[in-house]
Each structure stands twice: as structure tokens, then as C-alpha cells.
């Protein structure tokens, strides 16, 4: 309907009287003002966040079986929002991990004692992953590196003693990085765990010509 018309309607008689007709113009509105009706929408809730998510909350918790249901019927669609949230957020997950390891620890072993046979399933993946790795190790292997290495970690700035060291590979298994004596480097238990599948070399030049004359050489080396 033209709007001018619609303009002086409501000078004669009452423009709104009739359901369908007071309808119609509602969504008539609505579509034409989409974009500032977002805006708006948007303002507002930056303005009262804080009352929103609480009554939010009130709703969830007096409502937590139509939550459910709704979490439920709609789950595909909250895995990939929540998949596009995760991806744009990468450093502040990450930030928010190094930050509350403590409760992530307790969390992970509360969950691996709930659920032994996920637990057993994570563990039989991982083992799988380091077969399918090229190469193998041995603790004699491990000796060798702790003569060219050193045995404190190998992180720069840090200067964790002897004691506390993990075998970290330098290209992660979860990369598809070796298990060859070549793909290690001694780091302390919290390098490690910090260095997570990050591929960071931290061996000098030197140590690591001594390293692959060590293991790559083992023919002419044994004699
Ligand atoms: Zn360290």
C-alpha cells in the first residue's frame, strides 16, 4: 500500500481498527526498517547487557527442560556456531587455557576417571599416532641426546634442572612429525605443555649437526 495514502488514512477515521489491516502494516514496518531495527536491537543490548543476561539466566534456570529441548532439536546448528566462535577466537582460547590451567588439569582427570572408556580410547589413538610415527627411540637414544643436549630444558629463557625433563617433538606427532631421535629435544615438563603442537626447534646449530651425525651415521659410527 502507498504510504502517503496510509499517511492521511489516519486523519479520517482509525487506521489500526481492523486486525489484519494493523497487521499487515506491523510487518509492512518491520521489513522496511530491518537494518535500524538491528541497530537498535544492538544499542539496546549493549546498554543493558548486564539485566539481559541475568534475566537470560533466571529464564534458563526456571526453564531447563525447554532449554534442553531446545539445546537438543537445535544441536547441529549450535556445534557450528560455536565451531565459527572458536576459530575467530584462537588466542583467547588459548590465552584463557594458559591462564586456568590449574581447573583444566582437575578437569581432565575428573573427566578420564568418569569415563574409562573414553579414557582408554583417547590413549589407544595416541598410541596409534606414535606407531604410525616414522622411527623409534630407545633409552639409550635418550642418552646420546642428554650428551649433546644437556640435561636442563632447552627453552631459552628457562633453566628448569635436571630432574623434570620431557622428550618433546620438535615437529609434533599430531603434525606428522617423526619419532626419530633427530625430531627430539629435551624440555621441562611446563615447556612442553606450553609448547603444545607448536613446531618450535630450540637446538643450537651445533647441537643439532652433533645430533644427526649421531643418528644418521649409525653405519660408520658403529664400527
Ligand atoms: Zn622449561
Same mark, same amino acid.
Given at each position: 500500500m502507498d504510504r502517503g495514502t496510509e499517511r492521511a488514512d489516519i486523519g479520517d477515521h482509525m487506521p489500526y481498527a481492523? =486486525?489484519? /489491516?494493523?497487521?499487515?502494516?506491523? &510487518?509492512?514496518y518491520?521489513?522496511?526498517?530491518?537494518? %535500524?531495527?538491528? #541497530?537498535? *536491537?544492538? #544499542? %539496546?543490548y549493549r546498554l543493558h547487557?548486564?539485566?539481559?543476561? @541475568? @534475566?537470560?539466566?533466571?529464564y534458563r534456570a526456571t526453564n531447563q527442560k525447554k532449554v534442553l529441548m531446545w539445546r537438543r532439536t537445535h544441536r547441529e546448528r549450535i556445534i557450528a556456531l560455536k565451531r565459527i566462535y572458536?576459530? @575467530?577466537? &584462537? +588466542?583467547?582460547?588459548?590465552a584463557y587455557r594458559v591462564a586456568h590451567r590449574e581447573q583444566f588439569k582437575a578437569y581432565t582427570k575428573?573427566? /578420564? *576417571? #568418569?569415563? =574409562?572408556? &573414553?579414557?582408554r580410547e583417547i590413549d589407544h589413538r595416541r598410541r596409534a599416532r606414535k606407531l604410525a610415527a616414522h622411527g623409534s627411540?630407545?633409552? +639409550?637414544?635418550l642418552l646420546v641426546l642428554r650428551g649433546i643436549l644437556g640435561t636442563q630444558c632447552l627453552r631459552p629463557d628457562c633453566c628448569t634442572p635436571t630432574d623434570r625433563v620431557a622428550v618433546d617433538h620438535i615437529i609434533p606427532l599430531a603434525k606428522g612429525g617423526s619419532n626419530q631421535p633427530t625430531n627430539l629435544q629435551l624440555l621441562c615438563l611446563r615447556c612442553n605443555a606450553? &609448547?603444545?603442537? !607448536?613446531?618450535?626447534?630450540?637446538?643450537t646449530e651445533e647441537q643439532r649437526r652433533k645430533i644427526f651425525r649421531a643418528f !644418521?651415521? =649409525?653405519l660408520f659410527g658403529a664400527a
Open positions: 481492523d =486486525p489484519k /489491516r494493523k497487521r499487515e502494516q506491523a &510487518k509492512g518491520r521489513e522496511a526498517h530491518r537494518e %535500524n531495527d538491528r #541497530a537498535r *536491537k544492538k #544499542a %539496546n547487557s548486564e539485566g539481559i543476561k @541475568a @534475566a537470560h539466566k533466571a572458536r576459530s @575467530a577466537h &584462537k +588466542k583467547e582460547e588459548r575428573a573427566y /578420564r *576417571k #568418569a569415563h =574409562p572408556e &573414553k579414557r627411540w630407545s633409552a +639409550k637414544d606450553r &609448547k603444545g603442537v !607448536q613446531r618450535i626447534d630450540y637446538r !644418521q651415521l =649409525p
